[in-house]
């Protein structure tokens, strides 16, 4: 571990105001960070596992390879994906599914896909939004006034959730309230727990909104709103309405809510580091997802996900108009004067400029433990998705600056390349992810008061 993170173990208040920082960057992020020692030698790197399906010259599977590899040789414990270009396919696994034993990768493994699942629960509301029943621009109390009453529930609309404007704020860390003071801890006494969606609500209304109505701020809370929404028009379970009209529909067959908190095929371990405050980083394959529900729960494969946007990008699980809706975004996040963002949220669905210089349509997703990225053309003809097994590997200074680190570049690397691209100048992962809005820590370390 960096030698930072021993000097905030030996001095409790600084260690304290750190970890409130670091909390409140979390939430579901994807941070990029350095795999620490202890889980990098716990066992020997396995040979890499492939399935590769004839592929068109345009899927260099040699660069793909050997990209994927660099990836787990940056630190990234194991990763599976898939990439297709048209009908062409290559599938692929690198490093370790399982530190104890040695297990290796498979490109097939089943896989926690945390809030890749808001496209299916936006593409869900827009069916909903095609058959009239729900209305983009109307406000939330018409629909859930009890559950969002008074100004909240007049001005955020139903478009505000989707495309996380709301001013609403995220439920994590009222969730974990001890994510600030003992991560793991935390996370080992919410494991088993069940949470109702309706107390994850009261708990993001109740919270402090980091930005205010109208500005990009990732939130959980809404959609489990948008949950809820769809249980009041559909008279649903909306898990249920979701795997009848948006899973089956789109013909996947490896890809649900877990009911229980294991996962039910083939899968691998799932290490969960917190920045190095979990150390070593502790496996949270088996977790109880309530925490997450139609905002994160998700199971799938990586050629599940590909197959889903296929789908959904080419207009067979929603309308053309409702698509129309799903790709006008908003800014990721906060630029410069004169800066491209590199990141447009729409409902449930994002654009991104690679480093390549081209533009894909997707999602990420990250839980404890378990990170996934999954890009589309436009079109849907050339895709990618990338699972991999450990989480918030960065590591920050004395400043609360992320240090430099080759795993989230490797990521970046292995993305661009699956995407068509080459070797290109890194960019920061997090101007490339919706679900890292906030991943370096503002609060000053040295600050003992704060909460």
Known sequence: MHDTTTALRSCPARRRARLTAVASAALLTLAAGTLPAAAGTTAAPAPAAAAEAEAAPRLDRQALRA?????????MIGAYTAVRDGSAQWRGATGLADLGTGRPTRPDLEHRIGSITKSFTAAAVLQQVGKGRITLDAPIGRYLPELV????GRKVTVRMLLNHTSGIADYILPAFPKLASDPGQALDEAQFHRFAPEELVRLGLAATPLKPRGTFAYANTNYVLAGLLLQKVTGQDPR?????NV???????????????????????MYESFYGYIDPPRDYSVYDMSWAGVAGALVSTASDVNDFYRQLLSGKLIGAAELREMKKTVPGYETQPGE????????GLYKVKLPNGSWFWGHDGGVFGAGTWALSTEDGRRQMTVGYNLMKYERFDENNQPLPNPIGAALVAYVNTAMGGTAAPPVPPRRLMATEPFPVPQRPVDNPHAR
């Open 247 to 269: 899973i089956r529909k789109a013909g996947l067959r490896h890809t649900y809510f877990p009911r229980t908190p294991r996962i039910r095929g083939p899968h691998a371990r």
């Open 149 to 152: 009453p008074g100004e909240r």
């Open 67 to 75: 990209s994927l590899d660099a990836f787990h040789h940056a630190g």
């Open 340 to 347: 491209e963002a590199r990141l447009g949220y729409g409902l």
């Open 240 to 244: 249920t309405y979701i795997t009848e």
